[in-house]
């Protein structure tokens, strides 16, 4: 026997670690686990030293376990998720959920978790002032609320996420608020990383696209002892153009190291670290048919969707970076403990502005630009609009799953607890300026922008980004604790109720710093900057969060749900506050949904769908009459249907498809004088949005595939008065296998037709949606 096999086989129960947060309330399970079949508390005990024939014979048993862990590379269907905390079977998650597993991710040429998203459904993007992207679930925002997860941890920065390190991105509808807290009405995503395996598997992608791309990720996993393995991922992506006008330059590395899997205790690390230097399309401005149309009439520029008028020194830099510790602990097969702790560091340092027409005396003929007057000598202004940002985060979470059987009944318990701390500073670099005066000092110091015309993209232009300073704008601390239970009951043979109870309490600091500038001597730049007074506001918040939920599940293939579920929004959503809004108690949500899940004889295809209605009650409204005054005179709701179906028809033919169509969206109270007027539909709620991808292998080499992405028209924020234009874009793809498991090419073609259309959208300008990409990707397995 060798040395590692005497110390385990010596090496006595560990009872529950007392340090652990949740570690006592854990304990109290004891009495439940003593109704059990399985009453043990740890696994089957190690033979002793003198047995050694029985040692290497239960060996090869955690060897076997370890490598059934499904991965998201193996299909598109998901079994189970934990985005409920607790790992769970998706039938009996009572809402609405998505899983984009890892093969749909690389069948898809899916590179960030944005083109992820796109391609389900209930999803939009509002292109904000600020240049960051607002996610959407049924009109609900998401990203300005801190909605994306990783792990189930919140990852609340603005950054272009990356693939190359994600097993799969799970997507629930609806509030999501009793698992996550603040936040969570229109629903939440989790990405879902790479974990180390037992398994020696490594992979190598590499990417040659459009535009000069050239994209290489690397996943290596080794297994180095009987339960430890450790698994590292890279990531280099290079490109002139990313089909909608942005430049790409991006590294990423990423790793995974585990001990104990399978075991009574187990311990996980995982790093990260992505950096981002990439170019920024800030967006195209709206055009008309003629100067005099209606707003009605408002489309999209006719040029290309590559097309460019930002500086060539305008960019979108920033960086990720994350490091997490979890341990599990496993009282018997029923009953586990998993707590985690995580600290991040983001930045962003994004330098771009709005693109828009320059006044009618500057065009030809001193004609305001519209569609009839459009072409190569229209002239177009560029402006300069900043978003320079820290954040930094520490959260620590114990999460514990019991199953257990009382009075008959068995239970499926969920229970844990949370604290995070969030730190975010803003930078600006003409503090307290107004507009004439910003326009000065831009002009002392060579920062002034010069203009282009429409033929003439892409035009090299650039002012010296170095010469500017980023004085400290605000500062904004908070602190927030959790606690969650939830239940799962089997009342009968096919029933089963959920009921579940969250508590949050947060506590905000938010300061903004104020600036005298003397006027004097702008050419010698920020010296003439001097901080006076210090703006100071605060936020308290304790609220409740509730869920309940009764499943039918008639069969092991079908599942029907009732839910009903309550969300908040705190007034610091984007991190912010003023005097109008510190003492604004939470908006209020309730989200209720009717559906089910259908799951083929030989369970490979899934089926769900979800009846839903989404409604604000107090909606943060501005007083018509005094600006500086915030009332939760609001109210809003939106209704509709959610459907998806993943996994195999035959063993061929694969298929994902998400659906949503949603015909009631209103805005049912509104103290606004535009915009979003009382009887409006709400901004970016379109009717109907979907995707649908199939893949069918021909012969043992060849599997092609195809699909689309739809999406009909839809307002922009503030309902100006016109809608971005329907699109359906078409996606191709074709695979061909030269060994099997070992080397395999793939052929994709986005937006065969290389369709225009508006992706993202602001009131004043939109983000055109990637045009025709054509990328050939090599795959090598060892």
């Not at 990720?217 to 080794?222: I, K, L, P």
């Not at 915009?675 to 409006?680: M, T, V």
Request: charged share 20%; aromatic share 8%.
């Amino acid at each position: 026997m060798s040395r590692k096999q005497s110390r385990r086989a010596a090496r006595p129960t560990r009872p529950a670690l007392s340090l652990l947060p949740l570690g006592a309330l854990a304990a109290g399970f004891g009495l439940a686990s003593a109704a059990m079949a399985q009453t043990s508390v740890a696994p089957a005990p190690k033979p002793a030293a003198a047995k050694p024939a029985a040692e290497e014979t239960a060996l090869p048993t955690v060897r076997i376990k370890a490598a059934a862990e499904p991965q998201g590379k193996d299909a598109y269907q998901a079994t189970e998720t934990r985005i409920g905390k607790g790992k769970q079977d998706i039938r009996d998650i009572p809402q609405s959920l998505t899983v984009v597993t890892e093969k749909l991710i690389d069948d898809r040429n899916l590179d960030n978790v944005k083109d992820v998203l796109k391609n389900t459904a209930g999803i939009t993007f509002m292109a904000a002032e600020g240049g960051e992207e607002d996610i959407r679930i049924h009109g609900i925002s998401l990203q300005s609320t801190g909605d994306i997860f990783i792990d189930g941890m919140r990852d609340p920065a603005f950054y272009d996420r990356d693939t190359f390190f994600l097993d799969k991105v799970e997507l629930l509808r609806g509030s999501g608020a009793l698992m996550f807290g603040r936040g969570s009405s229109g629903g939440a995503v989790n990405q879902v990383t790479k974990q180390a395996l037992l398994a020696d598997q490594n992979e190598i992608n590499i990417t040659a696209s459009s535009h000069a791309g050239l994209r290489a990720v690397g996943d290596f996993n080794r297994r180095t002892g009987e339960t430890t393995a450790w698994r590292i991922g890279t990531m280099v992506d290079r490109a002139d153009n990313d089909g909608a006008g942005n430049m790409i330059n991006k590294v990423g590395l990423a790793g995974s190291v585990r001990t104990g899997i399978g075991e009574t205790d187990e311990f996980a690390l995982t790093a990260y670290a992505l950096q981002n230097e990439n170019g920024m399309n800030y967006g195209m401005p709206w055009i008309r048919p003629t100067s005099t149309s209606a707003v009605g009439e408002t489309t999209l520029m006719p040029v290309a969707p590559t097309a460019y008028y930002g500086l060539a020194s305008d960019r979108n830099k920033g960086s990720a970076q994350y490091v997490m510790g979890q341990h599990t602990h496993r009282f018997n097969p029923n009953v586990e403990l998993v707590t985690k702790a995580r600290y991040a560091s983001y930045t962003r340092d994004q330098r771009a502005g709005t693109v828009r027409f320059a006044a009618p005396n500057l065009q030809p003929g001193s004609v305001a630009a519209s569609l009839a007057t459009f072409g190569p000598n229209t002239v177009i202004n560029r402006g300069t609009q900043l978003k320079v940002q820290d954040l930094q985060t520490i959260t620590v979470q114990s999460d514990l799953s019991a199953k257990f059987k009382v009075a008959g009944m068995d239970h499926h318990l969920m229970t844990g607890a949370d604290f995070a701390q969030e730190k975010k500073q803003v930078y600006n670099d003409t503090p307290g300026l107004t507009g004439t005066q910003r326009t000065a000092f831009y002009a002392a110091l060579g920062l002034t922008k010069p203009t282009t015309l429409a033929g003439t993209p892409d035009d090299g232009a650039t002012v010296d980004e170095s010469r500017r300073q980023m004085l400290s704008a605000s500062e904004y601390t908070s602190r927030s604790a959790g606690a969650y239970v939830q239940d799962t009951i089997s009342l009968a043979e096919h029933w089963k109720l959920v009921a579940g109870l969250r508590y949050d309490s947060l506590k905000g600091d938010y300061d903004t710093f104020n600036y005298s500038y003397s006027g004097a001597g702008a050419n010698q730049g920020y010296s003439y900057f001097a901080r006076t007074t210090t703006d100071s506001y605060q936020m308290k918040i304790s609220k409740w969060s509730q869920r309940a939920a009764v499943l039918f599940q008639p069969s092991a293939q079908l599942s029907f749900h009732l839910m009903g579920a309550t969300s908040f929004n705190t007034s610091g959503d984007t991190y912010s506050l003023n005097a109008a809004n510190q003492g604004i108690p939470p908006e209020k949500s309730i989200s209720l949904e009717l559906g089910g899940q259908y799951d083929s004889a030989d369970g490979k295809l899934t089926t769900r769908f979800g009846i839903f209605r989404a409604t604000k009650l107090h909606e943060r409204n501005t007083d018509p009459l005094n600006t500086d005054v915030i009332t939760l005179s609001g109210k809003r709701h939106a209704a509709g249907i959610d459907v998806d179906i993943t996994g195999r028809i035959t063993p061929e033919w694969e298929v994902f498809g998400s659906f949503t169509w949603m015909p009631v969206a209103n805005i049912d109270i509104s103290s606004a004088t535009s915009g979003e007027l009382q009887g409006d539909r709400p901004s970016l709620t379109p009717r109907y949005s979907g995707s649908l991808w199939t893949t069918y292998k021909l012969t043992p080499q060849w599997r092609v595939g195809g699909g689309f992405v739809a999406r009909s028209g839809q307002q922009p924020n503030r309902n100006p008065g016109f809608y971005a234009p329907k699109f359906i874009v078409g996606n191709l793809m074709a695979e061909y296998t030269v060994i099997e498991d070992a080397l395999l090419f793939r052929l994709n073609v986005d937006n065969v037709a290389n369709k225009l259309y508006a992706d993202t959208l602001y009131t004043g300008h939109y983000v055109p949606g990637t045009g025709r990409i054509v990328a050939l990707t090599g795959t090598y397995k060892f």
